[in-house]
DNA sequence: GCGAGGCGTCAAGAACGCGCCAAGACCGTC
DNA sequence: GACGGTCTTGGCGCGTTCTTGACGCCTCGC
């Protein structure tokens, strides 16, 4: 089920959450400050997070800015002030959902149920699987067969191989892609595209040294044709 | 921009929120009531609801649900009642957020910000395309088709066009492209421009001699028109 | 009419990005 | 501790792109 990243100072209260969350099939990893939140973000990508606003090293505000720099996971922010203005700013930096302490437990799940229902069209999409004149690709299954058969990916390359083909036709950044497989810390690593994707070529491309379904794009990224 | 539809039996409560919302560019439309508020989405589809539980014909959940039948635009229940149950029946109905009355304003305009930038990527995707009479360009995507087919651009040639297209008919600085292409440091070093755009031009302009989309405003700068 | 500045064009060398190869580091399994 | 798979790192060659300088044309102001 979803893997929930929780962020709060209070001892008491993750372990309430930890408790709750946990008892209704979810994962959950958590942090207590700001710079911990985004390296445990960026180690096991959640798919959504929960993080308090009062933190011991960050705002809570710059966490969420953090994040959005490179994924857009659901960010729900839990906060002791009822102050609106604090409100309007964790909403307008990125974060989707605003809960004020004390909360109702039920509450806060509803709230959670919400975001992952909103966010799970966007990364299930629909028909989880893209044929091609060559190979077919089975997304939910983690699957890519070919005329000769199934072909085996590494993680690395199937994370590469998903985002492009979730983006049909368009081309993605380097520092997207980058950002996405490896964390928010990379963006000029172009050497590891580079290596990544002529792996994943001679896998699935019928002739590699001529590529028909990965194209590179000079100075800008690579596109996924379908 | 976008659409939103208000549904309260409160008119002192509709109108102010109508003029908060309008002054802010947002067209509205309302309804009093259950019945009325489906009809009106199914005749001018909105792009955002904010929905009042209490009804004097149907329940708000019920409005939610007749709703969440058909589309799957973002609404906002708004409640006097804090009882933690109703929200999360709202909530589990399909609704997206839920403000107890009495609720800020700014906290609802950013609620609604949240709600609609969630829902953006899903409804607009694509739709960065800008259409001439001799080039049509996806910015999205990255991509320029003419008549005699798809055109490679190089990076620095993007970025110009990019800036020129999403300012069309306006005048842009020469300071300002050479800035925002090569950097803060750069600002005096027209001839880059001169080079690039005559490149661009032969690319794109079925005269390249004499340009007609790519217009130079001389002592000024360039100008895109479509 | 004449000079100055701005612009378009061209061509050559420098710089860059990419594909490719191969060796080393890392990690979990047997 | 050996082993296979995977990821990182460095280096090389090639093609493309960018930079740079030079030249001629046009317009505008004097």
Redesign the interface.
Known sequence: MARILLVDDDAQLLRALRINLTARGYEVITAADGSGALTAAARTPPDLAVIDLGLPDLDGVTVVEGLRGWTSLPVIVLSARDA??A??AA??A?????VTKPF?M??L???I??AL??AA??SLSGDATITTAAFTIDLAAKRLTTAAGEVRLTPTEWHLLEILARNP???IDHRRLLREVWGPAYGNETNYLRVHFANLRRKIEPDPARPRFIVT????GY?FTP
Chains 1, 2 share one sequence.
């Open positions: 609106e203005a409100k309007v909403l307008d990125g974060a989707d959902d605003y109702g039920d509450e799940l509803a709230r149920r919400a229902r909103r069209p966007a036709g368009k081309v794009e000079p100075g800008l596109r």
